[in-house]
């Protein structure tokens, strides 16, 4: 061999070397770049969570939700729900979260809503797994006593809605407010202090406030009879009292019915109990919703405007722009996946504001429910189709 080929050889060979050693090295940059990308990830597929709800028949949105955190955690989410007749079937709440939380890499249970037989359920599993965090959404149980025994609670600000809901009949023109509850809600002491609030506020405003008694969904007959209590007596209310009457109700099955009858008779609907626009208003006014649009609540809330347009109802029906359920619950998924359920960081409200923010697409107010700052009670600008 030449020595002006074994120059050119080496040289050649030199290059090649080169080339590989920067490629490997790139290669190394990229895969430590994808592993820094997917760190937070790597770690977060330590925990699993649990998420119960209850049914589509008793909470559209909060099953929605369970989905939705499902969808998005694939293999670390655990969905139960409670009955539909939760009151006579606490047992099986409290087996169902029970059963939950016997996975040891289930590191937090949220139960939404926190129907009675919740905090017996914290109580039982905490014999055995301290270590497991609880997030409730909508307790019915004592708040005081549930704000002493969940880790992280979230509300519907019903203190505060005592006066907004009379705020916003005024502004929609209302003369009085009619508002159809039975004792078992009013048994529940936010529900009956909103009711009182809104009371109050009705006489400083100047309308007159009317408590009608409807059948209880799960007391005889059922869910049936009350959504046919309401069908009949609502469209007999506005035919009394007139059309600048505003409807309230404090319980999700009402809610379309209640819906229907207002649209087509002419009267104020004051937003649902939990405010949505997937509660009652898809059903009540005939909308359908693609299934490609099923979580896109601006598109929902225009199709809902348009409908209550050609109703010839518009400004006199109103909800929240996002539901609050579907929203804590999956901002709830992402403060501890996020935080590695860290329950220091989770308590911080600034930290909380943020994530719920984020489901909710506008600004949300959380106030402390009495001294309990685990206890965040959520409050949502109205919007008015």
């Not at 804590?328 to 909380?352: P, T």
Request: hydrophobic share 40%.
């Amino acid at each position: 061999m030449s020595q002006n080929f074994r120059k050119i050889f080496y040289s050649v060979l030199f290059s090649l070397f080169v080339l590989q050693a920067a490629a490997c090295s790139s290669s190394q940059q990229a895969a430590q770049t994808e592993n820094n990308t997917q760190a937070p990830q790597a770690v977060a597929q330590n925990i699993k969570i649990g998420v119960m709800t209850g049914t589509v028949s008793q909470g559209e949105d909060e099953y929605r939700a369970a989905q939705a955190i499902l969808a998005k955690y694939p293999g670390q989410v655990l969905h139960m729900t409670y009955p539909d007749n939760f009151m006579q079937e606490q047992e099986t709440t409290i087996s169902n979260i029970v059963s939950m939380a016997s996975d040891p890499e289930v590191k937090a249970i949220i139960v939404g809503q926190a129907v009675p037989g919740s905090i017996a359920a914290v109580k039982k599993v905490r014999r055995t797994r301290p270590d497991i965090l609880f997030f409730f959404w909508e307790a019915h149980e004592d708040p005081d006593q549930v704000s002493e025994v969940a880790d992280i609670l979230f509300s519907n600000d019903n203190i505060n809605r005592g006066r907004t809901l009379v705020e916003l009949a005024k502004k929609m023109g209302a003369k009085r407010i009619i508002h159809y509850s039975f004792p078992r809600h009013m048994s529940y002491k936010m529900l009956a202090d909103r009711r009182d609030q809104m009371r109050e506020w009705s006489q400083k405003l100047g309308l007159e406030f009317i408590f009608v008694t409807a059948p209880d969904p799960l007391g005889e007959g059922g869910i049936p009879a009350a959504q046919q209590f309401i069908l009949e007596d609502t469209p007999r209310q506005i035919e009394k009292h007139g059309k600048d009457t505003a409807f309230f109700s404090t319980n999700d099955a009402m809610t379309e019915p209640l819906i229907r009858q207002v649209a087509k008779n002419g009267a104020i609907f004051l937003e649902p109990d939990m405010p949505s626009p997937t509660m009652g208003f898809p059903g009540a006014l005939g909308i359908e919703i693609p299934q490609d649009k099923a979580g896109d609540f601006d598109f929902i809330n225009k199709e809902i405007a348009k409908k209550v347009a050609e109703l010839g109802d518009s400004g006199r029906l109103a909800s929240w722009p996002r539901p609050a359920s579907l929203v804590c619950i999956k901002a709830a998924a992402d403060m501890v996946f996020e935080s590695k359920a860290d329950l220091n960081k989770i308590k911080n409200v600034s930290f909380m504001e943020k994530v719920i923010e984020r489901h909710a697409g506008t600004d949300v107010t959380l106030s402390p429910y009495k001294e309990y700052n685990n206890h965040q009670l959520v409050l949502m600008e109205s919007i008015i189709y």
